[in-house]
C-alpha cells in the first residue's frame, strides 16, 4: 500500500501525519511496526508530534493485541471463541434481557474517540436495533460542563469557534485549568505570540509544564486554592465592571443579561475574593487590565474548571467575562474550550448522548425526530426519547428496573469513571457485559464477551477536531485476519436482532447518511464528502449543502433566534462539594505527558511506560515533612469511597493543600477510586478535581505504620 495522510489517534489536537507501509524490514520489525509515522503539515501541529504520537504504530501489532472474540465460559475464564459463536451468543442474551425486562434493560456506553461513523451508527444502533434509550458516552466525563456553559450562552456548543492558528497573533491569552504543554505538546507553538508580548497567562493550582511557560518576563501564573476557579473569575468580572473596562458597544449591540451579572458579582471586591483563592488583590486587577488592555485577547477553559459539579457556572462564568470584555466574534478575539478526546467534538454532535440526535439535534424536538426518523426509514414513534446521562446509566447497573446489559464501545469505564468501586460492583451485578476493544482492558476482562476491532491505521473514517474543523481518517493497512470494524459487529447484530433498519457497512455509505441526518441541525455537515476532505479543503461545520464551511463562529450574531449571546449569572454554592478540613488535602487529578486516558493503550507502549511506569502522588515538601513522607516511599491516600496506594514524588510544584495523582492507571493505582459521583446539576459532569482525602506514610513491607 501506498503512504496514506492521516492524524494521530489520541487528542482533539489531530495532529497529521503520514503513515508508509513497513516494506522489507525484518519480520520482527514489520510485527512491530507495521507503518512507519512521519509528521505531515497541518495548522494544528505544523508537522510537530508528541511522544504519543511518534510511537502511535507501535500499538497496531503490539503482543497483547486481541486477535480473536472472548466469550467467558463455564469456568470463569475467557476463551477464544469464532466470531459466528460470539455474535449469536450476544444476540441471543440480547433477547432474552429485553423480553425479561424490556428494552431499557440494555445500556450503551460509547466513546469521544469513536469516527463519527462509528458514533452515528452506534446512536442509531442504540435506538432502532435494540429500541433502548439508555445510551451515553464517556464524553460527559470530558466536555459536558463546557458544552452545556456555550450552549445557554451561545446557543451553540463548538469547542473552538475560530481557527488554532488565530491564536498566533494574540497578545492575550488567558488559560484556565488546562495543561496543554502535557496533553497536546504541538498546541504550545500557538502561545509564541502573547508569550513573545508578556500575555500568557495560566491558572492552575499546580505549577505545571504550562504555568512555567510564562517564566522570564513571558506571561504569569496563578495559583489560586483547588476549587476556586468560580470566584477567582466572579472577582475578575467584578473589577472589569467596577473600574469600566466593560465594552458598552458590544454589550448593547450583541448581549443580554448584563444587569443580573452585574449584581452577581457587586459583593466579590479583590480583596475578598483574595481571601478564598488566595490570590493577591494586586495581581487580580492587574490581570483584569491586562485583558481589558484593547488588544487581541483570548479566553481558554479545560477540564480544570470545568470537571466539577459547579463545573457549568464555572464555565458560564468564564463566558461572561469574555462577553464583558467583547471577545467572542470579534476578530483577533475569542473564547474557547479545549476538547480533549480525538473526536470529543464530533463523538457528542451525532447521537451518542442521551438527549440528542445527529446533527446536535435535541431528542425531545418534535421536528428534529421527524427529521431523522426520515432519514431511517422509520415512524418519529420508534425512535425512544431521551435516556439518562452517563453517572447516572452506571449506576443502574443491575439495579431493580435498571440495566441488565451493557454495550461498551470505546471506553474503559472501571478506570475513567468517578467512584470506580461503586462501577465495578455495578459491572459484577449484569447478566451480560460486552466490551469492543483491541486490547483486555481493565473492563475487558470483567466483560462476558470480548469483540476485538480495529485500530485507526486500519480504518477510514472522518473525526472532527477541537476547532471543529472535519477531516480524514484514512486506511493504511490491512487489520490482522481475526479483528472487524465496528459498523460490520453493529450491523451483524442488527441483522442477528431482526432490525429492519438499514445499517451499512462502509463507511463513506454510512458518512452519507450522517450528512443527510445532520442537513438543518447545529452540527451540519450536510455539505461535507469524503471528495471535499481528500482534496484537503478546510471543512468547519456548520458547512450546508450547497454552502461553504464557518471557520469562525459568531462574527454577526450567536445561535440563539434573536442573534444575541447571553449573560448569565451564576453564584457560588458553599455546600457544592466538600471542603478538607483538619489534617486533609484536596486531591487534583489529570494527565501526564506520556499518557493518554485510561492508559489503555499507552501502558502498552514500552517508551512510555517505561517513562511514567506507575502512578506517583505530588506532595508539597512541607505537606511531605508534616506526614513523615520521603520521596519515594509508599503513600496511602484514602476516603469514604476507596483507597490509592503509589508512592511520594516530593515537588514544590503543587500548593501545601493539595496532592496530584494522574488518572491513567488501572488497579489499586486508579486515581477514580477517590473520586465522587456527584454531579453538576446542568451538565452532569461528575467532581473529578477536587475530592477531600487523607494521606499517610507506609513501610516498603506494606504494614501500615
Same mark, same amino acid.
Not at 667 to 681: C, E, F, K, R
Given at each position: 500500500?501506498?503512504?496514506?495522510?492521516?492524524?494521530?489517534?489520541?487528542?482533539?489536537?489531530?495532529?497529521?501525519?503520514? #503513515?508508509?507501509?513497513?516494506?522489507?524490514?525484518?519480520?520482527?520489525?514489520?510485527?512491530?511496526?507495521?507503518?512507519?509515522?512521519? %509528521?505531515?503539515?497541518?495548522?494544528? +501541529?505544523?508537522?510537530?508530534?508528541?511522544?504519543?504520537?511518534?510511537?502511535?504504530?507501535?500499538?497496531?501489532?503490539?503482543?497483547?493485541?486481541?486477535?480473536?472474540?472472548?466469550?467467558?465460559?463455564?469456568?470463569?475464564?475467557?476463551?477464544?471463541?469464532?466470531? &459466528?459463536?460470539?455474535?449469536?451468543?450476544?444476540?441471543?442474551?440480547?433477547?432474552?434481557?429485553?423480553?425479561?425486562?424490556?428494552?431499557?434493560?440494555?445500556?450503551?456506553?460509547?466513546?469521544?474517540?469513536?469516527?463519527?461513523?462509528?458514533?452515528?451508527?452506534?446512536?442509531?444502533?442504540?435506538?432502532?436495533?435494540?429500541?433502548?434509550?439508555?445510551?451515553?458516552?464517556?464524553?460527559?466525563?470530558?466536555?459536558?460542563?463546557?458544552?452545556?456553559?456555550? +450552549?445557554?450562552?451561545?446557543?451553540?456548543?463548538?469547542?473552538?469557534?475560530?481557527?488554532?492558528?488565530?491564536?498566533?497573533?494574540?497578545?492575550?491569552?488567558?488559560?484556565? /485549568?488546562?495543561?496543554?504543554?502535557?496533553?497536546?505538546?504541538?498546541?504550545?507553538?500557538?502561545?509564541?505570540?502573547?508569550?513573545?508580548?508578556? *500575555?500568557?497567562?495560566?491558572?492552575?493550582?499546580?505549577?505545571?509544564?504550562?504555568?512555567?511557560?510564562? &517564566?522570564?518576563?513571558?506571561? =504569569?501564573?496563578?495559583?489560586?486554592?483547588?476549587?476556586?476557579?468560580?470566584?477567582?473569575?466572579?472577582?475578575?468580572?467584578?473589577?472589569?465592571?467596577?473600574?469600566?473596562?466593560?465594552?458598552?458597544?458590544?454589550?448593547?449591540?450583541?448581549?443580554? /443579561?448584563?444587569?443580573?451579572?452585574?449584581?452577581?458579582?457587586?459583593?466579590?471586591?479583590?480583596?475578598?475574593?483574595?481571601?478564598?483563592?488566595?490570590?493577591?488583590?494586586?495581581?487580580?486587577?492587574?490581570?483584569?487590565? @491586562?485583558?481589558?488592555?484593547?488588544?487581541?485577547?483570548?479566553?481558554?477553559?479545560?477540564?480544570?474548571?470545568?470537571?466539577?459539579?459547579?463545573?457549568?457556572?464555572?464555565?458560564?462564568?468564564?463566558?461572561?467575562?469574555? #462577553?464583558? #470584555?467583547?471577545?467572542?466574534?470579534?476578530?483577533?478575539?475569542?473564547?474557547?474550550?479545549?476538547?480533549?478526546?480525538?473526536?470529543?467534538?464530533?463523538?457528542?454532535?451525532?447521537?451518542?448522548?442521551?438527549?440528542?440526535?445527529?446533527?446536535?439535534?435535541?431528542?425531545?424536538?418534535?421536528?428534529?425526530?421527524?427529521?431523522?426518523?426520515?432519514?431511517?426509514?422509520?415512524?418519529?414513534?420508534?425512535?425512544?426519547?431521551?435516556?439518562?446521562?452517563?453517572?447516572?446509566?452506571?449506576?443502574?447497573?443491575?439495579?431493580?428496573?435498571?440495566?441488565?446489559?451493557?454495550?461498551?464501545?470505546?471506553?474503559?469505564?472501571?478506570?475513567?469513571?468517578?467512584?470506580?468501586?461503586?462501577?465495578?460492583?455495578?459491572?459484577?451485578?449484569?447478566?451480560?457485559?460486552?466490551?469492543?476493544?483491541?486490547?483486555?482492558?481493565?473492563?475487558?476482562?470483567?466483560?462476558?464477551?470480548?469483540?476485538?476491532?480495529?485500530?485507526?491505521?486500519?480504518?477510514? /473514517?472522518?473525526?472532527? +477536531?477541537?476547532?471543529?474543523?472535519?477531516?480524514?481518517? !484514512? !486506511?493504511?493497512?490491512?487489520?490482522?485476519?481475526?479483528?472487524?470494524?465496528?459498523?460490520?459487529?453493529?450491523?451483524?447484530?442488527? !441483522?442477528?436482532?431482526?432490525?429492519?433498519?438499514?445499517?451499512?457497512?462502509?463507511?463513506?455509505?454510512?458518512?452519507?447518511?450522517? @450528512?443527510?441526518?445532520?442537513?438543518?441541525?447545529?452540527?451540519?455537515?450536510?455539505?461535507?464528502?469524503?471528495?471535499?476532505?481528500?482534496?484537503?479543503?478546510?471543512?468547519?461545520?456548520?458547512?450546508?449543502? *450547497?454552502?461553504?464551511?464557518?471557520?469562525?463562529?459568531?462574527?454577526?450574531?450567536?445561535?440563539?433566534?434573536?442573534?444575541?449571546?447571553?449573560?448569565?449569572?451564576?453564584?457560588?454554592? $458553599?455546600?457544592?462539594?466538600?471542603?478538607?478540613?483538619? %489534617?486533609?488535602?484536596?486531591? #487534583?487529578?489529570?494527565?501526564?505527558?506520556?499518557?493518554?486516558?485510561?492508559?489503555?493503550?499507552?501502558?502498552?507502549?514500552?517508551?512510555?511506560? &517505561?517513562?511514567?511506569?506507575?502512578?506517583?502522588?505530588?506532595?508539597?515538601?512541607?505537606?511531605?515533612?508534616?506526614?513523615?513522607?520521603?520521596?519515594?516511599?509508599?503513600?496511602?491516600?484514602? +476516603? *469514604?469511597?476507596?483507597?490509592? @496506594?503509589? @508512592?511520594?514524588?516530593?515537588?514544590?510544584?503543587?500548593?501545601?493543600?493539595?496532592?496530584?495523582?494522574?488518572?491513567?492507571?488501572?488497579?489499586?493505582?486508579?486515581?477514580?477510586?477517590?473520586?465522587?459521583?456527584?454531579?453538576?446539576?446542568?451538565?452532569?459532569?461528575?467532581?473529578?478535581?477536587?475530592?477531600?482525602?487523607?494521606?499517610?506514610? =507506609?513501610? $516498603?513491607?506494606?504494614?501500615?505504620?
Amino acid at each position: 500500500m501506498t503512504p496514506a495522510p492521516s492524524h494521530c489517534p489520541y487528542c482533539a489536537l489531530q495532529c497529521a501525519m503520514t #503513515l508508509t507501509p513497513t516494506t522489507g524490514a525484518s519480520a520482527a520489525d514489520a510485527a512491530a511496526a507495521p507503518v512507519t509515522v512521519t %509528521g505531515r503539515e497541518f495548522p494544528t +501541529n505544523r508537522g510537530g508530534l508528541c511522544k504519543k504520537g511518534w510511537t502511535s504504530a507501535e500499538l497496531l501489532r503490539a503482543p497483547s493485541r486481541l486477535g480473536a472474540p472472548l466469550v467467558r465460559g463455564a469456568d470463569g475464564a475467557l476463551h477464544e471463541a469464532s466470531w &459466528d459463536e460470539a455474535l449469536d451468543l450476544v444476540a441471543a442474551s440480547l433477547r432474552g434481557i429485553r423480553s425479561a425486562h424490556g428494552a431499557d434493560a440494555v445500556g450503551v456506553f460509547g466513546g469521544g474517540g469513536l469516527t463519527n461513523e462509528k458514533a452515528y451508527l452506534l446512536g442509531k444502533f442504540a435506538r432502532l436495533a435494540l429500541g433502548t434509550s439508555r445510551i451515553d458516552y464517556n464524553g460527559r466525563y470530558c466536555m459536558s460542563s463546557a458544552a452545556a456553559a456555550g +450552549n445557554r450562552a451561545f446557543g451553540v456548543d463548538r469547542g473552538l469557534p475560530f481557527p488554532l492558528e488565530d491564536l498566533d497573533d494574540a497578545s492575550t491569552i488567558l488559560l484556565l /485549568g488546562t495543561n496543554v504543554a502535557e496533553t497536546m505538546p504541538p498546541f504550545i507553538g500557538h502561545l509564541a505570540g502573547a508569550q513573545a508580548a508578556g *500575555g500568557l497567562v495560566v491558572v492552575d493550582p499546580r505549577r505545571t509544564a504550562t504555568a512555567r511557560l510564562t &517564566d522570564d518576563g513571558r506571561g =504569569l501564573h496563578v495559583q489560586p486554592a483547588p476549587g476556586t476557579d468560580l470566584v477567582l473569575l466572579l472577582g475578575l468580572a467584578h473589577i472589569v465592571i467596577a473600574e469600566r473596562l466593560v465594552d458598552t458597544e458590544y454589550l448593547g449591540r450583541r448581549t443580554v /443579561g448584563f444587569e443580573s451579572v452585574r449584581r452577581s458579582v457587586a459583593s466579590w471586591w479583590p480583596e475578598r475574593v483574595q481571601s478564598v483563592t488566595g490570590v493577591a488583590a494586586l495581581t487580580l486587577r492587574r490581570l483584569a487590565r @491586562r485583558l481589558a488592555s484593547g488588544g487581541r485577547t483570548y479566553i481558554l477553559t479545560g477540564r480544570g474548571v470545568e470537571q466539577h459539579v459547579d463545573g457549568t457556572d464555572t464555565a458560564t462564568a468564564a463566558i461572561n467575562l469574555a #462577553l464583558l #470584555l467583547g471577545l467572542p466574534g470579534r476578530p483577533g478575539s475569542g473564547y474557547g474550550t479545549l476538547t480533549g478526546q480525538g473526536n470529543g467534538q464530533g463523538g457528542r454532535e451525532h447521537g451518542q448522548k442521551c438527549d440528542q440526535l445527529p446533527g446536535y439535534r435535541k431528542i425531545t424536538d418534535p421536528a428534529a425526530r421527524a427529521h431523522v426518523a426520515r432519514v431511517w426509514g422509520v415512524d418519529p414513534s420508534e425512535i425512544p426519547g431521551p435516556g439518562v446521562p452517563a453517572v447516572e446509566l452506571l449506576q443502574l447497573l443491575g439495579a431493580p428496573g435498571g440495566v441488565h446489559a451493557l454495550l461498551v464501545h470505546g471506553s474503559n469505564l472501571v478506570v475513567s469513571s468517578p467512584n470506580v468501586a461503586a462501577v465495578r460492583e455495578g459491572i459484577a451485578r449484569l447478566d451480560l457485559l460486552v466490551v469492543c476493544d483491541f486490547f483486555l482492558s481493565e473492563t475487558a476482562a470483567l466483560a462476558d464477551v470480548v469483540l476485538p476491532v480495529t485500530q485507526w491505521a486500519e480504518e477510514d /473514517g472522518t473525526m472532527t +477536531n477541537l476547532e471543529g474543523r472535519v477531516i480524514r481518517r !484514512r !486506511r493504511a493497512i490491512a487489520p490482522p485476519a481475526g479483528v472487524r470494524d465496528e459498523l460490520w459487529i453493529l450491523a451483524e447484530l442488527a !441483522r442477528r436482532l431482526g432490525s429492519t433498519a438499514a445499517f451499512d457497512t462502509d463507511p463513506e455509505r454510512v458518512f452519507e447518511e450522517l @450528512r443527510l441526518a445532520s442537513e438543518g441541525g447545529i452540527a451540519d455537515y450536510s455539505g461535507i464528502d469524503y471528495e471535499l476532505l481528500d482534496r484537503g479543503e478546510a471543512a468547519y461545520w456548520p458547512y450546508p449543502r *450547497g454552502g461553504t464551511g464557518t471557520p469562525r463562529l459568531f462574527a454577526d450574531r450567536f445561535a440563539h433566534p434573536d442573534g444575541l449571546a447571553r449573560l448569565v449569572a451564576v453564584s457560588v454554592r $458553599e455546600a457544592a462539594r466538600p471542603r478538607p478540613g483538619d %489534617g486533609e488535602l484536596t486531591l #487534583l487529578t489529570g494527565r501526564l505527558l506520556e499518557h493518554y486516558q485510561s492508559g489503555t493503550q499507552t501502558r502498552r507502549v514500552p517508551e512510555l511506560l &517505561d517513562a511514567q511506569p506507575e502512578a506517583l502522588a505530588s506532595l508539597h515538601p512541607s505537606t511531605a515533612e508534616r506526614l513523615g513522607i520521603e520521596d519515594g516511599e509508599l503513600v496511602e491516600l484514602a +476516603n *469514604g469511597r476507596g483507597t490509592v @496506594r503509589c @508512592r511520594a514524588r516530593i515537588t514544590t510544584d503543587i500548593r501545601p493543600d493539595a496532592v496530584f495523582v494522574p488518572f491513567h492507571y488501572g488497579g489499586g493505582q486508579a486515581a477514580n477510586l477517590l473520586t465522587s459521583d456527584a454531579v453538576d446539576p446542568v451538565s452532569s459532569m461528575p467532581e473529578f478535581k477536587t475530592n477531600v482525602v487523607r494521606a499517610r506514610r =507506609l513501610v $516498603e513491607a506494606g504494614v501500615l505504620v
